[in-house]
């Protein structure tokens, strides 16, 4: 069982649609981040959050950090094809130093 | 250029064999860190390191070995090869102060 669960794993969608993911956990972290992974490439930093219920938007993606700061969502509006990627959400603890836990991963496919 | 750069990006090598695969960065980061990803696994930590000359266990650490006596250089070495270490390997930093994690691009390394 990971530590923080990403919900759907696999997400398949046609230009143009809204989508949601989610990113949960039982244990509380300091800040959370976001990154998105394309084929052969190392994951890009796209967010950090850091305060209980914090919005950050970027462009057409919005992200949430959820009050108790156990969970974050990410949601994009009006998907495009450059929004493929494999959707990477990671945790940071106070216990833990500089180590982040990452969640498994939503891949994300948005057909033209 | 600026960044963070490693090589080589793809590896063959036997079973038994030693094999280092490097890491640099430009950013003059404190910390390090070294990933491997596989499938439904996900990304997990193997080392890191604050600093030079200071280096500490992830989640997977047996098999590997890390030193650091540059800040910008942070080679990750498998000292006896085995077919389970096949993965993509990533190498990231960071700077002290936050827990942003920036990627390299990977490196693949097949041991048949």
């Known amino acids: 069982t990971q530590l923080l669960e990403q919900s759907p794993q696999f997400l398949s969608i046609q230009e143009g649609e809204n989508l949601t993911v989610y990113c949960n956990s039982s244990?509380?972290?300091?800040?959370l981040q976001w990154y998105r992974q394309e084929p052969g490439e190392g994951p890009v930093l796209l967010v950090t959050v850091v305060t209980g219920g914090e919005v950050k938007k970027l462009k057409r993606l919005t992200f949430q950090f959820g009050d108790a700061r156990k969970d974050s969502s990410l949601h994009i509006t009006a998907a495009q094809p450059g929004d493929t990627g494999l959707y990477l959400c990671a945790g940071a603890r106070r216990s833990a130093g500089n180590m982040l836990t990452f969640g498994g991963g939503t891949r994300l496919m948005v057909k033209p | 250029d600026a960044g963070i750069t490693q090589s080589p990006r793809y590896k063959i090598t036997e079973t038994g064999r030693q094999v280092t695969l490097m890491c640099h960065q430009t950013w003059s980061h404190s910390y390090m860190f070294w990933y491997r990803q596989d499938l439904g696994h996900g990304l997990r930590l193997i080392y890191y390191s604050a600093a030079a000359d200071i280096t500490d266990k992830g989640e997977v650490p047996d098999g590997y070995v890390v030193s650091r006596s540059k800040t910008e250089n942070f080679p990750l070495t498998l000292e006896s090869a085995t077919r389970s270490q096949t993965s993509v390997y990533f190498c990231a930093s960071g700077p002290s102060g936050t827990h942003e994690q920036y990627f390299g691009p990977g490196t693949r390394l097949t041991v048949t």
């Open positions: 244990s509380v972290f300091s800040s």
